[in-house]
């Protein structure tokens, strides 16, 4: 064997797979897949007994279920590939009686939140703009984040980094320092808060050194009430939240763009 054709080999080795990604998990290559007619869902249903949809469905469900429990958003590449598999000629079938088991049994609403990629996630149907709206944090991990999501959007809806690591230094919990209840603060909001897609961490384009700022997230444009949060900053300053007029215009302005699709017809 050549010197050059051990050097390949040992590169190809350690090679890292596609698994860094904001999905946070092992991504294969993508299968094809061409979004079934209505006539081939029928006939591939006519092939199959009722009990063999609904476990498959049951699958879908607990597939998503799993991936929820850490926020994970899922793709339609790995839900075929991974759970759907030979079952992909009746997928809108399967997505439909899925999206209606969330939201009859779990209280659960379906999104869609990346037409392209094709990227679902479940919200709680009680906490989107359609129902009641987040109150308050549930847990400590949310009260960090609704902190900063309060600072971007009382800022305009983006803002520097460093802005919201001194935000978070006052509050002593130090991006730089390994926190109690957080762990590693700095990878919570840049990597976990991201791959939720509560918060959007981009770059900042001809910055040197580079700078990255802060946005809202999709799932966060749909899980939190921008009013709740006024409403939040209103009895932390003592003031009317109608004083911040530009904000407060936002955020009782219903907005188009929050509201995506339900996934049952892709």
Do not use: C
């Amino acid at each position: 064997m050549t010197q050059r054709k051990r050097l390949s080999q040992g590169k190809a080795a350690s090679a890292p797979r596609r698994s860094e990604t904001l999905m946070g998990e092992e991504e294969d290559d993508d299968i094809p897949f061409t979004q079934p007619s209505t006539s081939q869902v029928q006939k591939g249903l006519e092939k199959l007994t009722p009990a063999q949809v609904d476990q498959k469905t049951a699958e879908v469900v607990q597939y998503f279920l799993m991936k929820d429990q850490k926020k994970i958003p899922v793709r339609r590449a790995d839900l075929v590939k991974h759970v759907v598999k030979e079952y992909r000629n009746i997928y809108p079938e399967i997505m439909k009686r899925t999206a209606r088991t969330f939201e009859q049994v779990f209280g659960l609403k379906l999104v869609e939140i990346d037409f392209k990629n094709h990227v679902y996630i479940l919200i709680n149907k009680l906490e989107t703009l359609e129902g009641a709206p987040v109150r308050s944090p549930s847990n400590p991990k949310m009260g960090l984040l609704f902190v900063i999501l309060s600072v971007i959007f009382m800022k305009g809806g983006a803002v520097k980094e460093t802005l919201v690591w001194n935000t978070l230094k006052k509050l002593r919990v130090d991006p730089g320092e390994k926190h109690e209840e957080f762990g590693d603060v700095k990878r919570l909001v840049t990597d976990e808060f991201v791959r939720q897609r509560y918060l959007e961490y981009v770059r900042i384009p001809h910055t040197e050194p580079l700078e990255h700022e802060f946005r809202w997230g999709q799932r966060a444009e749909l899980e939190v009430s921008k009013i709740k949060i006024l409403e939040f900053m209103g009895e932390l300053h003592d003031r009317d939240p109608q004083s911040w007029s530009q904000q407060y215009k936002e955020a009782t302005t219903p907005s188009s763009s929050s509201q995506p699709s339900t996934s049952s017809q892709r």
